[in-house]
């Protein structure tokens, strides 16, 4: 059985998206596929007019690099300590170390963890582990945010936070795709797609209001 | 971890050591190769010296030892302790002989050597001293043959033995291997620290290598030196020099890349299964 | 993993074969040594057999021979080919003589045996075969040597792979480990599953070091059987025995046992200093 | 520094307890010292008058086996099915196969996972993993239930029925406590702690309405 059936969206440069369902609905399966992290068993996803099934090895580094991704269970690396962990995209991205140091820690800050930046991750309440997670995907300056469900463990004020760290960045340009038990709460022009049994539906094209 | 890698690469080398010296060894019998070839008892002091001449004229012929009766017998006499005997023989009955050392081992040629010197008038006997020869060889492809099957086994020990070490390693990290490659690293950036650690391995391994052969081969000499009076100093065993030594470094670093190379490529591929 | 084992366990297993037979062949040898003893030319039969049932008396002599001086003389005319020669010496030069085989190899006792022979009348000279027993016993001092370094050495070996091996699981299991811990597990439970895994790997292991060890004496026996005319069928390996077969098993199963009780112990350590 | 500071609390039997904070505040902390996952740096920790301190190490499995524990991580084997996973508690307490399959069904069944039981738990979706983390811990039927943030990963339907799972526990005599982000809404009996700044506070304490 294929957990996601006729799906089809477009995503435009710019947008912010919000993917809503159930618990196994499939909206991280939708994310994943979206940043090739997962390849469909049919039907194509097209990026920057390129058939990503068609990508090759070598390639695939190269396009990953271009999204931010925040995983729903964090994938963080509890064997090195925080800095290192956000350090990750840019050490792989081949920067300076000057320059690695500057901007990890101003995603560190960002996310209000730049006080426990020689903490090990498994130290972290879980929250805070979330926002490692999310300081992590946006250090790279990537020009897509993919984020599974990003505020989960996070209690309002820090949800506010984070979400308002997401909208910023997405003021600047960049793909914001963020996936949700609920519907969102927002007044900036956002789309918000809910799967329900494997059926897409797009709900709301809000625009902007002001 | 470098100390198995020593251990498990020294076995093999020690037996290469030994090989190496022991048909260094062969080398220096082998040419020792002899026939003696007996003169008739009445022979003369010019037909004597007419076969040396023909003798020395041959190419197989390395070298010519001419050892008078008299020396013959005297040997004879000390050797069987017959020296002191009362009524020792007066006469002499053993012959005239010349040692012959020879530059071939091939049996077609001696035997035809020894047929062509059968017609020398004058030259009564040939004996061929073929069984030591080959009793010296056949222990040393005994030998050979050991060595060859213990030290196959054990590099295959020791290929399994590091790239299961890798393959530990790779375990630990499969994390970071996951994380870095769905945040977009290469996979050489994400093989470069496990081959590196794999190439530190080697290096290690290699020098622990180099000093348990330097202990063994003390150790070994020391023992050969107390019983050497039986062995005249023929079994000292050499150590490796100092370009077989960085040979022996170069190649356990070597084995080393090889096998994190390996199991790097291979803890990816496990990952890349399930995309 | 089994075949790491088996490799690792086999190698000192031969070792330990070839010590076996090579000091069965060295007890062989050792009681065959012996002394001659010459006795003067003019002897007479009467006092011959005064001095073979004096020496038939000794506790330290096991066996005697008496070889009359025509036969040496046969035996020396063949084995120098001087039968043929011409002009060849009427007079037997050898005495006769006794040869002995000892029941012992201490050297103070051969000693006092051959000052008493020497007051012996019509004993002339009395020659001992010490160098060759001493040189045999040599050899065999140095390949105890070697097989034990070499034996050792691969124990560690082996000792280390398995317990790397153990090591590598329980990082594997690390995860099932804690939540084990955590959801009330007693530690036994948890080893359980390692140690199970150990002695069976040990069992694996064994199983392939027996069969690596018959495919070896099978080999060597082949190689020797070709060659077997210079040894006379001495060098022959025997296999291990049923009994010796289950005991290396049974060791192997052990060795498997301790190292993972060891490295399970080890990982649950690792996890319960942060508890 | 000090997680939590001057912590007082005492739990009777059966009762329903809350524990709120901020991310961070140290809500899993406090749970694991309650459950002797943790030790504390200073003070005692009293369980059916004894003093958890000093329990020595063969004892802790058989004090830990009265707990049902919910982690914020999960802590999932992710080796074993789905099946496998819940059975783990009373392979433990060696109990029968064919009681053990039982008891797992009727777990896995009371979170809505019995079609899932032969998947592996990485193919499950984030709310579905939590889920399988209560059927672990619910099918010992321990005496205490510990659950940290159960349902951070559940949209509001799903989030309801495990409540509705822990409440029913409650109303059999199991001691249940529960941390979130919020004040819990339920018109059940309870306690509900705040951690703030290490400090803890007894906020409410509610009488059964009805
Ligand atoms: N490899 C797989 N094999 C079988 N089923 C799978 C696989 N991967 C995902 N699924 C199923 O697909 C469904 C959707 O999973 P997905 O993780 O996308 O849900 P979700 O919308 O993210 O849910 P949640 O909010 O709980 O995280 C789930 O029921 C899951 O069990
Ligand atoms: N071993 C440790 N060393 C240092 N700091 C630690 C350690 N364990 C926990 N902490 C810190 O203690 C604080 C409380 O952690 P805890 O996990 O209890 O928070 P929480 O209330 O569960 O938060 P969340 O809602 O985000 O899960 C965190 O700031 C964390 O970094
Ligand atoms: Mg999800
Ligand atoms: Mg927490």
Redesign the interface.
Same mark, same amino acid.
């Given at each position: 059985m294929d957990v996601l059936q006729d799906i089809n969206l477009e995503i435009d440069a710019g947008d912010l998206i919000f993917v809503t369902g159930s618990s196994g609905a499939g909206k991280s399966t939708l994310l994943k596929l979206i940043s090739a992290v997962e390849r469909p068993s049919s039907g194509t996803i097209v990026f920057e007019n390129q058939n990503i099934n068609f990508l090759n090895k070598n390639e695939m580094p190269y396009l990953r690099r271009k999204f931010g991704m925040i995983f729903q269970d964090h994938k963080l690396l509890y064997d090195r300590d925080c800095f290192d962990n956000v350090a990750l995209p840019l050490q792989i991205n081949e920067l300076d170390p000057s320059d690695i140091s500057r901007r990890v820690r101003a995603a560190l800050n960002k996310v209000g963890l730049l006080n426990k930046e020689k903490l090990m991750p498994i130290t972290l309440s879980g929250g805070e582990q979330q926002r490692l997670a999310i300081a992590r995907a946006i250090v790279s300056r990537p020009s897509i945010l993919i984020a599974d469900e990003p505020i989960a463990n996070l209690d309002k004020n820090y949800a506010n936070e984070i979400m308002n760290i997401f909208y910023s960045f997405h003021q600047v340009g960049v793909t914001v795709i963020i996936s949700s038990h609920e519907a969102p709460s927002t007044t900036i022009k956002h789309k918000e797609f809910n799967i329900n049994q494997g059926k897409l539906n797009l709900e709301k094209n809000v625009p902007l209001l002001t | 971890m470098f =100390?198995?890698i020593g251990?498990?690469l020294? @076995?093999p080398s020690?037996g290469l050591l030994f090989l190496d010296n022991a048909s260094q060894l062969s080398n220096k019998i082998k040419y020792e190769a002899e026939i003696s070839v +007996?003169l008739?008892?009445?022979i003369s002091e010019d037909q004597i010296e007419f076969i040396e001449s023909g003798l020395k004229k041959n190419s197989l012929i390395k070298n010519i030892h001419f050892e008078p009766k008299q020396d013959a017998w005297d040997k004879?006499q000390t050797k #069987?302790? @017959?020296s002191? @005997?009362?009524?020792?023989?007066s006469?002499n009955?053993?012959?005239d002989a010349f040692f012959i050392s020879l530059n071939t081992l091939d049996s077609d040629q001696i035997a035809n050597l020894i047929n062509d010197l059968k017609t020398i008038e004058g030259i009564?006997?040939i004996?061929i001293d073929g069984?030591w020869i080959?009793?010296l060889r056949?222990i040393l492809? #005994?030998i050979k043959?050991?060595v060859y099957? =213990?030290g196959s =086994?054990?590099i295959?020990?020791l290929i399994?033995?590091i790239s299961?070490?890798i &393959?530990?390693q790779t375990?630990?990290?499969q994390?970071?291997i996951?994380?870095? &490659? @769905?945040?977009?690293?290469?996979?050489s +950036?994400i093989r470069r620290p496990f081959t590196y650690t794999g190439i530190i391995y080697g290096f290690g391994g290699g020098l622990i290598t180099l000093g348990?052969l330097k202990v063994?081969v003390i150790? +070994?000499n020391l023992?050969?030196h107390r019983?050497e009076d +039986?062995f005249g100093g023929l079994i000292v065993i050499q150590n490796f020099n100092l370009k077989e030594s960085i040979l022996l470094i170069f190649t356990a670093m070597l084995a080393g890349w090889l096998a994190s190379f390996i199991s790097a490529k291979q803890a990816i591929y496990r990952l890349?299964k399930n995309?």
């Open positions: - | =100390l198995v251990i498990t020294s @076995l020690i +007996f008739t008892k009445d004879l #069987l302790k @017959l002191s @005997l009362e009524g020792g023989i006469e009955p053993l012959p009564k006997e004996v069984g080959k009793k056949s492809y #005994l043959v050991g099957t =213990l =086994l054990l295959a020990v399994i033995v299961n070490t &393959r530990l375990l630990t990290y994390d970071e996951e994380v870095s &490659r @769905l945040i977009g690293a290469t996979n +950036f348990i063994i150790i +070994f023992i050969t019983i +039986f890349e995309i």
